[in-house]
């Protein structure tokens, strides 16, 4: 196999040669018998190198290779063996392939693979269950074709996959399935759905408790308040002890109602996508009378307030969402600035969208806090609750309005500056009738 062939060769062509000179020098003719010789060679190499194309081209898998003769045998055997060795790599690359392939088809994930254009290439066979897809029929479709729920084609249009998508599953209504993008490669998508029924499931009962708890207090805290409130308009009849405690009852069963509506309110946000209201809102109109409403609350703080209005579009949506969400920022901005201090309000469009930013000289929020102010009963400072008489669900109920209006909030605040609130909406939602 080592064997030197170029020595080889140098050797057995001097051979040749001197044969050929020694059959001229017998019969005279060096010329012609260095030339048949020459061209006898030249026909056998021919040859071994037709045998060789004939193989490569026609042998079956694992035939061997034909038998040849000194380089040519050695040739003949090397091909075969790189061909072994590259057909063992295949394999094993092949059983890499099918396992992978294997395990993704026993997952109870969808994993669905997709073109740059969102055509449908691959997926699994959890993907036929979740999402009912049909092998091979709908190889090549595209997959908003197969999924038709409305938020579906938004979210795959809008490509900001960050958050992932919720929707009920095209196969079983009462199945909830999540499902998560990733782009790849050459902007192709990689598409996870799972199965998430169950946790929808809790989800919807702890919303549904919520709700139906504060439906159900609040009957007989109306009750209460009443007789509450009638005792205090006759505090003359009423022993001189209980007046403050009958005070403080009054005041925490205030409380207590408006953090009852303020849940029913959220309630009522989670249970659908979208507000059953879409029309065009005014928000200039609705903005001076929040503006009018606040100068109120503010009463003696001094606080100066302005409200600043370009453009007149008008945003679709729900007025009362929009008025509650847009009053608890504006009334958070007056709670939180001490007297003698500004607020600004402003609204605009742009390309984007439109804007409303609530500015104010107040307290400012440490920036530890920001993201998770959204929450339900998050507050800074438990302390500054009692005092301001919040809830602590006004942010909660601006992020779900917000959601449902296809806008988003942006926070930031400086502690002893000030805070800025602004919400963004897209310009999907501006409406210029
Ligand atoms: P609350 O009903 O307690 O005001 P919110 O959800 O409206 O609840 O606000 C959550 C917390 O965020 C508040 O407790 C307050 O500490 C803080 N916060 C909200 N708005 C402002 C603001 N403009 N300036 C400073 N802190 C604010």
Redesign the pocket.
Known sequence: MNQNWHGTLIRHMLLLITGCLVVGLISGHYGWSLAIGLGLYLAWTLKQLLRLHAWLSKHKADEPPPDGYGLWGEVFDSIYHLQRRDQRVRGRLQAVIDRVQESTAALRDAVIMLDSEGNLEWWNRAAETLMGLKTPQDSGQPVTNLVRHPRFKEYFAQENYQEPLEIPSPTNDRMRIQMLITRYGNNEHLMLVRDVTRIHQLEQMRKDFVANVSHELRTPLTVIFGYLETLLDNVEEVNPRWVRALQQMHQQGGRMQTLLNDLLLLAKLEATDYPSDNQPVVVSTLLQTITSDAQALSGNKNQQINLDIEGSARLKGSETELRSAFS?LIF??V???PAEGKIHIRWWTDAKGAHLSVK?S????ETKHLPR?TERF????SS??SN?G???????IVKHVLLRHRGTLEIS?VMGKG?V?TCHFAAVQLSNV
């Open positions: 608890n958070n901005a709670k939180y600035t104010d107040g307290i400012g929020i102010l998050y507050r800074v400072d500054r609750a301001t919040g809830t602590g669900l006004g942010l909660a605040s805070s609130f």
